[in-house]
């Protein structure tokens, strides 16, 4: 799943958690966060969220290219181990 949001927030948190899970129950088991720009504590909470669901559905979520901000955010609550991060992907170049 890609997520297109350029914030997440808790103006849009309950939204993205929605469209995280339905994702996740479709089989997804990665998310791409790269489009992110704007982050607040609510962030966190939707991806510990998701990573539950996948969790609970006996599988791995790589959520990938996570902003610095959220980096930032995750780190600081402790959650650097509880959540699954993997590298910005490098855009395919023609």
């Known amino acids: 799943m890609v997520l ?3 914030e997440l927030n808790l103006r849009n948190a309950v939204a993205a ?4 899970l339905h994702a996740i129950a479709a ?3 990665s998310i791409d966060l790269s489009a992110l720009t704007t982050v607040d504590s609510s962030a966190v909470a939707v991806l510990l969220a998701w990573v539950r669901a996948a969790q609970a559905a006996n599988r791995d ?4 290219g996570a902003p610095a ?3 930032s955010l995750i780190s600081l609550y ?6 699954s991060l993997a590298a910005t992907p490098v855009p395919e170049r023609h």
Do not use: M
Not at 17 to 20: D, H, I, M, N, T
């Open 61 to 64: 979520l790589t959520l990938i």
């Open 27 to 29: 089989g997804a088991d």
């Open 4 to 6: 297109n949001e350029q």
């Open 17 to 20: 958690k929605r469209a995280g």
């Open 69 to 71: 901000n959220l980096l």
């Open 78 to 83: 402790g959650f650097d181990d509880i959540l």
